[in-house]
């Protein structure tokens, strides 16, 4: 139920912002100016942070990759707020304080989104899965080895008896023509 409430405010603002680029356009440019970086396409840079948002808040709102939606949201409301809510540029006390309150509301879904990234809704994470498997992978190995090496061990223990019956019988058949060689030859 929380998810789609937490998608709601990204999927009306990137459709505002595909309806109405231009103001945002301004203010990615001079925000990117002043970072140093250049933008050839502001205004392709606000409709496609747009399009991002609404993506990413119906994936969230439908419960779709949740984490995902949740950190690429985070990611693109950055950008967007700095360029729109540059309350410490606003010289007019009232505008200042507005936009400050919209800035801290921001900070507030920046957290709500992480939060959103991080939350398993009960299920282990993937370090925890990965750990997890590694450790029955590193057990089944053990055992597999341990089964092995009482196979080889039987199998030393098969070949060393039938080596040993072989060389047992080898040495009767030995003594048995020894024997019958004596036999036949004059004595002395």
């Known amino acids: 139920m929380t998810r789609p409430l937490l998608a709601t405010p990204f999927v009306i603002e990137g459709a505002r912002a595909l ?5 945002l356009a301004a ?10 970086a250049e933008v050839d396409d502001p ?13 990413a808040g119906g994936l969230l709102a439908l419960g779709r ?6 950190l690429v949201l985070a990611a ?27 800035f801290a509301q921001r900070i507030g ?22 750990r997890t498997a590694t450790r029955r992978g590193r057990k089944k190995a053990h055992r597999a080895a341990v089964r092995a090496g009482g196979h080889v061990h039987a199998a030393i223990d098969t070949v060393g008896s039938g080596a040993s019956a072989a060389a047992s019988g080898t040495g009767r058949a030995l003594h048995s023509a020894a024997d019958s060689a004596r036999t036949k030859l004059p004595h002395r």
């Open 76 to 102: 693109s409301l950055v950008p967007a707020t700095l360029a729109e809510y540059a309350w410490w540029k606003e010289e007019d006390p009232e505008l200042r304080k507005d936009q400050l309150l919209v």
């Open 109 to 130: 879904l920046f957290g709500a989104l992480l939060l959103g990234a991080a939350d398993t809704h009960g299920k282990p994470s993937a370090a925890y899965r990965a």
């Open 19 to 23: 309806r109405r680029p231009l103001p």
């Open 27 to 36: 203010g990615t440019e001079s925000w990117t100016r002043r970072l140093g």
């Open 65 to 70: 990759l949740p984490r995902t939606a949740s």
């Open 43 to 55: 205004l392709r840079v606000v409709k496609l942070n747009a399009a991002v948002q609404i993506g």
